[in-house]
């Protein structure tokens, strides 16, 4: 597959705030391919750089053969937004919405009326869709909100936190949605703090944290940067701090994170650590609620790599 998405170098400085620092990654035509990382990483100041909203203080992006620094306005054609805010007009209906953006991108006549119904219809909202935005719930919006964005058919979809803060029957729309697009030709840049959704849509993964990439590949490529290792998350109550490094300093636990009363532990021998782990925790006087081991997954490559937690 040719490539359709290049980002070399790329660099943005706000003030003091280095946001985004030597950032490079291609994406294949017809992938999607994930930012992965906490907030504040710096995945939305490098899709507005993409999305030509921010200009890059060093650094190159094409998109579609076009150059952000040379051909702006080319490269806008080519894409269709989805920000993380929602960007809809809230005493507007549905189809409002959709007709005026359908018309800042050039749409009329029957072209801009069939465009509008297939979003709405993309959306699951047609029924819905005299109705104004501002009665509708977070998931509705959302869901609109990508509609607005592929009224167009763009070659590349553009999606910034696009779930966040919804009930999970519009977040698996809204996932769905994403794999109808991506089926139909689209090519997907997805930023997500949540390892699931991009363990369940992508292709390639590249993991943020601040404002550098900090391991790239498949889910596979990147399971194997932990190898064999298990993920052991133990629930406590009454932790002390001198716990941990006691818990630390046991033979076996390659790396140990605390999130309020969770802790999680990598290990490649999670059968033998298991009842030294929560004898030492007892022993200081910590109650272990529960316990549970799990293969490799996005959250343990993360620990790995930065030593915390991907939800710190």
Known sequence: MSTIVEVTGLRKRFGDIVAVEDV?????????????????????????????????????????????????????RSLGVVPQEIALYPTLTAAENLAFWGRMYGLSGADLKRAVDEALELAGLADRAKERVETYSGGMKRRINIAAGVLHTPKVLLMDEPTVGIDPQSRNHILD???????????????????????????????????????????????????????????????????????????????????????????????????????TLESAGAHVVSVSVQEPDLESVFLHLTGKSLRD
């Open 24 to 76: 490079s990654f291609t994406i294949a035509e017809g992938e999607i391919f994930g930012l992965l990382g906490p907030n504040g990483a710096g995945k939305t100041t490098t899709i507005s750089m993409v999305s030509c909203l921010l200009s890059a203080d060093a650094g190159t992006i094409t998109v579609n053969g076009h150059s952000t620094g040379r051909d702006p306005i080319g490269v806008k």
């Open 177 to 279: 949605t994403v794999k109808r697009l991506n089926a139909s030709g689209m090519t997907v840049l997805y930023t997500s703090h949540y390892m699931e959704e991009v363990e369940y849509l992508c292709d390639r993964i590249a993991i943020m944290d601040h404002g550098k990439i900090i391991a790239e590949g498949t889910l596979n490529q990147l399971r194997d940067v932990v190898g064999g290792m298990d993920v052991v998350t133990v629930k406590v109550d009454g932790l002390a701090d001198e716990t941990l490094d006691a818990a630390r300093a046991i033979g076996g636990v390659e790396q140990l994170d605390r999130t309020d009363d969770t802790l999680q532990v990598l290990t490649r021998s999670s059968g033998s650590i298991l009842g030294v782990l929560i004898s």
